[in-house]
């Protein structure tokens, strides 16, 4: 049966947890049977039996927010004989030998499905090597030194006996490779090399704990469309924005896959506008609402600059659906049960450039944070319509003193009649022994989204109105 290869976004977590709860969900169902901290491989019930699947996939990879590629996988290889034919010790050099000429002999039997046409073709080739985690001493010290420039010059042997007329291969940078600190080639990278053109092609190397899957990539993320967006939109402002996929991460999680255009969202914290932007790309019917006029007026502008740069009609009455409102008064301006899922970032207070004291932290959550969360689910619990959803962020806060401080929203949440989803459903993942990769029952009620030394993190949660 079929299987495809994701790609997933650098918080793998949150990534892993968005598309096992599209593949549950949506249309588009199916199982991930295997992964890694980089790579998901799913099982689709009935996409791949679409004449036209790779369409559906390219839906797919647009609408999903921690996706970097999706490939079709072609052949697997054993964890055992990637070991013993590249092992961390060159000892048995006649096994290795003779192993390393049956995983060419395997590849060789896989070309003709990477391209459709080898003799007398130039072609071009990108290997990419996904390992269970970059850090592993396996991955720079064996698979970047010895296993990438094996795939490399054997892959192009194979081609040229297969009469191609050419065969070249995407070179890394020398001491990228000689370092071990490698990166597989970037999405905007396949579009500039054309690598989904008929004579060439990504060909990825996907390791878990299983095995390599062997994969052509079928369809990539296009970074530059998302930076167009966040960056070209006349109203920006970098430290309070979101990020274009964690907009549209959250968005997912509001289980709202069908009949999208008919959906009524709300950001009641809208600030610039990304998460509806995102929302509006994605089909949603888009509602805000924020303290500040100015931020009202910049969404309405962000918003009519993106519905010119897609050349679709500008929302209707939009100055009816983004308003100025406080958080407290927005039931009294929209229907009961009006929207089918409320998706934000509320205001955490202010941008700290130094780490703070622990008791300015507890100040601002005692004075301000906790009591702007009940708010926001007392007003949720209005606004709502029964069994939707709220998707929202709340901070970590990292102080002086080395401890971090983050309020409890599950209570509130609970009080106005929320129940807590876990972000991912543990029964539906497979079990791993590297506790790196485990999921524990009490860790997936919430995932953190994160830069390096970032001092506030973002929390997320997920919470249903109850019926
Ligand atoms: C973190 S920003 C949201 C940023 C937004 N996600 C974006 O990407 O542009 C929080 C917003 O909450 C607004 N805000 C603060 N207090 C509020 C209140 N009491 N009611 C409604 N909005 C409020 C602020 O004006 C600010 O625009």
Same mark, same amino acid.
């Given at each position: 049966?079929?299987?495809?290869?994701?790609?997933?976004?650098?918080? &793998?977590?949150?990534?892993?947890? =968005?598309?096992?709860?599209?593949?549950?969900? %949506?249309?588009?169902?199916?199982?991930?049977?295997?992964?890694?901290?980089?790579?998901?491989?799913?099982?689709?019930?009935?996409?791949?039996?679409?004449?036209?699947?790779?369409?559906?996939?390219?839906?797919?990879?647009?609408?999903?927010?921690?996706?970097?590629?999706?490939?079709?996988?072609?052949?697997?290889?054993?964890?055992?004989?990637? #070991?013993?034919?590249?092992?961390?010790?060159?000892?048995?050099?006649?096994?290795?030998?003779?192993?390393?000429?049956?995983?060419?002999?395997?590849?060789?039997?896989?070309?003709?499905?990477?391209?459709?046409?080898?003799?007398?073709?130039?072609?071009?080739?990108?290997? %990419?090597?996904?390992?269970?985690?970059?850090?592993? +001493?396996?991955?720079?010290?064996?698979?970047?030194?010895?296993?990438?420039?094996?795939?490399?010059?054997?892959?192009?042997?194979?081609?040229?006996?297969?009469?191609? +007329?050419?065969?070249?291969?995407?070179?890394?940078?020398?001491?990228?490779?000689?370092?071990?600190?490698?990166?597989?080639?970037?999405? #905007?990278? $396949?579009?500039?090399?054309?690598?989904?053109?008929?004579?060439?092609?990504?060909?990825?190397?996907?390791?878990?704990?299983?095995?390599?899957?062997?994969?052509?990539?079928?369809?990539?993320?296009?970074?530059?469309?998302?930076?167009?967006?966040?960056?070209?939109?006349?109203?920006?402002?970098?430290?309070?924005?979101?990020?274009?996929? $964690?907009?549209?991460?959250?968005?997912?999680?509001?289980?709202?896959?069908?009949?999208?255009?008919?959906?009524?969202?709300?950001?009641?914290?809208?600030?610039?506008?990304?998460?509806?932007?995102?929302?509006?790309?994605?089909?949603?019917?888009?509602?805000?609402?924020?303290?500040?006029?100015?931020?009202?007026?910049?969404?309405?502008?962000?918003?009519? &600059?993106?519905?010119?740069?897609?050349?679709?009609?500008?929302?209707?009455?939009?100055?009816?659906?983004?308003?100025? $409102?406080?958080? %407290?008064?927005?039931?009294?301006?929209?229907?009961?049960?009006?929207?089918?899922?409320?998706?934000?970032?509320?205001?955490?207070?202010?941008?700290?450039?130094?780490?703070?004291?622990?008791?300015?932290?507890?100040?601002?959550?005692?004075?301000?944070?906790?009591?702007?969360? =009940?708010?926001?689910?007392?007003?949720?619990?209005?606004?709502?319509?029964?069994?939707?959803?709220?998707?929202?962020?709340?901070?970590?806060?990292?102080?002086?003193?080395?401890?971090?401080?983050?309020?409890?929203?599950?209570?509130?949440?609970?009080?106005?009649?929320?129940?807590?989803?876990?972000?991912?459903?543990?029964?539906?993942?497979?079990?791993? %022994?590297?506790?790196?990769?485990?999921?524990?029952?009490?860790?997936?009620?919430?995932?953190?989204?994160?830069?390096?030394?970032?001092?506030?993190?973002?929390?997320?949660?997920?919470?249903?109105?109850?019926?």
């Amino acid at each position: 049966m079929e299987k495809f290869l994701f790609v997933l976004g650098s918080n &793998w977590k949150l990534s892993l947890a =968005e598309l096992d709860n599209f593949l549950k969900f %949506s249309e588009f169902k199916g199982k991930i049977v295997d992964y890694s901290a980089n790579i998901a491989v799913v099982r689709f019930e009935k996409l791949h039996e679409e004449k036209y699947f790779i369409n559906k996939l390219m839906e797919l990879q647009f609408m999903l927010g921690g996706c970097q590629k999706i490939a079709k996988i072609i052949d697997f290889i054993n964890i055992h004989t990637i #070991h013993e034919a590249f092992p961390t010790k060159l000892e048995k050099h006649k096994l290795i030998e003779r192993i390393r000429k049956e995983i060419l002999t395997i590849i060789d039997n896989d070309v003709e499905e990477i391209f459709m046409r080898i003799r007398n073709e130039s072609l071009f080739y990108a290997i %990419s090597i996904y390992p269970n985690f970059y850090d592993d +001493k396996y991955y720079s010290e064996v698979l970047v030194k010895h296993f990438l420039p094996f795939l490399n010059t054997g892959i192009m042997h194979i081609l040229k006996q297969r009469r191609a +007329k050419k065969a070249l291969y995407y070179k890394y940078p020398k001491e990228n490779i000689e370092s071990g600190n490698l990166n597989p080639i970037f999405p #905007h990278h $396949l579009i500039t090399y054309g690598l989904f053109d008929r004579n060439r092609a990504e060909i990825i190397f996907g390791f878990t704990e299983e095995g390599v899957y062997i994969a052509r990539t079928l369809t990539c993320d296009d970074p530059n469309f998302k930076k167009k967006i966040d960056e070209g939109r006349p109203h920006k402002e970098f430290k309070s924005s979101i990020s274009p996929k $964690l907009s549209l991460i959250m968005l997912n999680f509001l289980n709202l896959f069908e009949d999208r255009q008919n959906k009524k969202i709300l950001d009641p914290f809208v600030g610039n506008g990304t998460i509806l932007m995102f929302a509006l790309i994605e089909d949603f019917q888009i509602y805000g609402t924020d303290i500040d006029h100015t931020k009202v007026k910049n969404t309405i502008k962000n918003i009519k &600059w993106l519905a010119t740069e897609l050349d679709e009609i500008i929302p209707p009455e939009l100055d009816q659906k983004i308003k100025e $409102l406080d958080i %407290s008064e927005i039931s009294k301006y929209f229907e009961k049960n009006y929207f089918d899922g409320i998706c934000t970032e509320p205001d955490i207070g202010p941008f700290f450039t130094k780490k703070p004291y622990y008791q300015e932290i507890k100040e601002l959550i005692s004075n301000t944070l906790e009591k702007r969360y =009940e708010l926001i689910f007392s007003e949720a619990s209005n606004l709502l319509k029964l069994n939707a959803r709220i998707v929202i962020v709340a901070p970590i806060f990292s102080t002086l003193d080395g401890s971090e401080v983050q309020l409890n929203i599950t209570k509130f949440a609970q009080n106005y009649g929320f129940k807590s989803i876990p972000m991912l459903d543990v029964n539906r993942i497979v079990n791993k %022994s590297d506790i790196r990769l485990q999921f524990q029952k009490s860790q997936v009620k919430s995932f953190i989204d994160t830069k390096k030394g970032q001092i506030v993190k973002r929390k997320l949660y997920i919470f249903e109105k109850k019926g």
